[in-house]
Nanobody, 115 residues
Framework: VQLQASGGGLVQAGGSLRLSCVAS????????RGWYRQVPGREREMVAT???????NYEDSVKGRFTISRDIAKNTVYLQMNSLKPEDTAVYFC??????????WGQGTQVTVSS
């Protein structure tokens, strides 16, 4: 099973982007879906996660600006990013974690926010 992320691009500060992540098949036992981001020289950090019961968690700097959602029937997870800032510039990765502690990663999509 592969995760395919899309929706990144170049946007001006204050703009919006919507990232999508589609799974090529069903992953058994998924209990958490999420988005992470990474800039060169820094560790990958959690941006937002959503559990099967709908409970969400956000990194402090994106609270109130980003929204994670999922369409289980379409095997798709979304990240709506509003009021983007230059410090949001990073490669964004989607992730799925199972109850068996296995993790799946997408290939990453570049988000660049110009000032």
């Amino acid at each position: 099973v592969q995760l395919q992320a899309s929706g990144g691009g170049l946007v001006q500060a204050g703009g919006s982007l919507r990232l999508s992540c589609v799974a090529s098949g069903k992953i058994s036992g998924v209990n958490r879906r999420g988005w992470y981001r990474q800039v060169p020289g820094r560790e990958r950090e959690m941006v937002a996660t959503i559990l099967n019961n709908g409970l969400t968690n956000y990194e402090d700097s994106v609270k109130g600006r980003f929204t994670i959602s999922r369409d289980i029937a379409k095997n798709t997870v979304y990240l709506q990013m509003n009021s983007l800032k230059p410090e949001d510039t990073a490669v964004y990765f989607c992730n799925q974690k199972t109850v068996y502690e296995r993790e799946y990663w997408g290939q990453g999509t570049q988000v660049t926010v110009s000032s």
